[in-house]
């Protein structure tokens, strides 16, 4: 995977990225959903298993859901449509329901500033110019 930009809200998360390689016959999403709900559920059991007991469910298919069902891929196929969407995502921290910060920059948990001021904090990023 290539990642290009990211924010993560207090209850849901936006990714762009790029898949380089096939893993398997699985989508990247659904890949990326089934091994970080493995992780989350093994942290918090050795963790904090009152949260984890927020996240259990009745289904035949698994006893805790970290994910909703339907994560919404988009293909970006154009750079004017990725760029409309990182620019969404950058600034949905500021959003009035959230209201988290007043300049995007300021929200750690994006790739806002990797953009705007060269923040090398997340050096697993790649600039989405660099892959165009």
Request: proline letters at 4%; a neutral charge.
């Amino acid at each position: 995977m290539r990642v290009y930009g990211f924010v993560i809200m207090p209850n849901h998360i936006h990714l762009i990225w790029e898949n380089i390689s096939a893993n398997g016959k699985e989508m990247p999403h659904a890949s990326f959903m089934k091994f970080t709900g493995h992780e989350f559920l093994q942290e918090l059991r050795k963790t904090n298993e009152a949260l984890l007991s927020q996240f259990k469910v009745e289904s035949d298919s698994r006893n805790y859901q970290f994910w909703q069902r339907n994560s919404l891929p988009i293909l970006l196929y154009n750079r004017k449509i990725l760029e409309q969407k990182l620019n969404y995502i950058h600034l949905n921290p500021l959003q009035a329901h959230w209201n988290l910060v007043t300049d995007p920059n300021d929200y750690l948990y994006s790739s806002c500033s990797f953009y705007e001021r060269g923040d090398d904090r997340f050096n697993w990023l790649t600039h989405y110019m660099d892959a165009i």
